[in-house]
């Protein structure tokens, strides 16, 4: 006797592939939203301030590209901003990941007075707005004499809160006081432990901060705004910025100088987001 046919079965798995359907084109409709201005922008690099106003736009790459590269080099010391660019971002992330990681174990694993209210603290300043730091900053670099120093960009941020808080989220849930205790009983220091313990346990933690901090450091303006003051100084944000004018921006030299500015994210992110979404989940599940 021939088996019943399963409508109700059929038309259950029909609408389930019309929603993963529906849930991919969102997907797509959305992520080609978000890809359009990046590849505008590499478009508009490669073409003259009349074609990018022109109508319609230009909607693939031009010949202009060497053209507002020189107009770049012109106006801006471009490559020198680049370099201090990258100086920063590597200085600032070096330090906060040694910092940070030495407050993050602190707080973690030590026992010690007003160990809650110090933490609390700490968690405090992150409630204060950014802007509220810029004329104290200001006043504390002028005191030091740190104006118009790369210094100046990299030291005050090498301890951030959120720094701190993921170290120590990370660390207790990831190294277990009986190994600290066992190492401490095999007679090895505090640097010791710190440096050939904590340290190898915390990769996927060290590669999401690290990662965070340099993008945040890259893309500072506030920062290098208040305390820079010479062209040769500005970090690459500001030096762009510097090349607008309400009657004279050379636009696709300005595009130019942003997609060179983009492509050490871009790469960064690639080579980088699986430490990224490991260091961001670890302990999220058991």
């Known amino acids: 006797m021939q088996a019943p046919f399963d409508t109700a079965g059929t038309a259950a798995t029909g609408g389930h592939r019309m929603s993963?359907?529906?849930?991919?084109l969102m997907v797509g409709v959305g992520a080609l939203i978000m890809l359009a201005p990046f590849y505008f922008m590499f478009v508009f690099a490669t073409?003259?301030?009349?074609?990018?106003?022109?109508?319609p736009p230009p909607m693939w790459f031009g010949d202009d590209l060497l053209a507002n590269l020189q107009i770049l080099t012109q106006r801006l010391p471009f490559w020198r901003n680049l370099g201090l660019s990258l100086y920063v971002g590597v200085c600032n992330t070096l330090l906060t990941l040694l910092f940070c990681s030495m407050g993050g174990y602190a707080f973690a694993l030590y026992e010690f007075r007003f160990k809650k209210a110090l933490f609390g603290l700490v968690m405090g300043?992150?409630?204060?707005?950014?802007?509220?730091?810029m004329i104290p900053s200001f006043m504390i670099m002028d005191l030091l004499g740190w104006i118009d120093q790369p210094r100046a960009l990299y030291i005050p941020g090498a301890a951030s809160a959120f720094g701190i808080f993921l170290m120590r989220q990370f660390i207790g849930?990831?190294?277990?006081?009986?190994?600290?205790?066992?190492?401490?009983?095999?007679?090895?220091?505090?640097?010791?432990?710190?440096?050939?313990?904590?340290?190898?346990l915390l990769k996927p933690a060290l590669g999401t901060l690290g990662l965070i901090?340099?993008?945040?450091?890259?893309?500072?303006?506030?920062?290098?705004?208040?305390?820079?003051?010479?062209?040769?100084?500005?970090?690459?944000?500001?030096?762009?910025?510097?090349?607008?004018?309400?009657?004279?921006?050379?636009?696709?030299?300005?595009?130019a100088g942003s997609a060179i500015a983009t492509l050490p994210l871009i790469v960064l992110f690639m080579l980088c987001s699986r430490q990224l979404i490991s260091g961001l989940t670890t302990g999220a599940v058991k």
């Not at 993963?20 to 991919?24: F, L, Q, R, S």
């Not at 300043?125 to 730091?133: A, D, G, I, Q, R």
């Not at 970090?235 to 004279?248: C, E, F, G, I, K």
């Open 20 to 24: 993963a359907w529906a849930a991919y």
């Open 47 to 55: 073409h003259s301030r009349t074609e990018i106003f022109s109508l």
């Open 125 to 133: 300043t992150m409630l204060l707005p950014s802007f509220m730091n």
């Open 173 to 200: 849930a990831s190294v277990p006081r009986e190994l600290v205790e066992a190492a401490r009983m095999d007679g090895c220091g505090e640097i010791g432990i710190y440096a050939r313990i904590v340290l190898p």
């Open 213 to 255: 901090t340099f993008i945040a450091s890259w893309n500072n303006f506030i920062g290098p705004l208040v305390v820079m003051r010479s062209p040769d100084m500005y970090t690459l944000p500001l030096a762009l910025r510097s090349l607008q004018s309400p009657v004279d921006t050379e636009w696709g030299a300005l595009m």
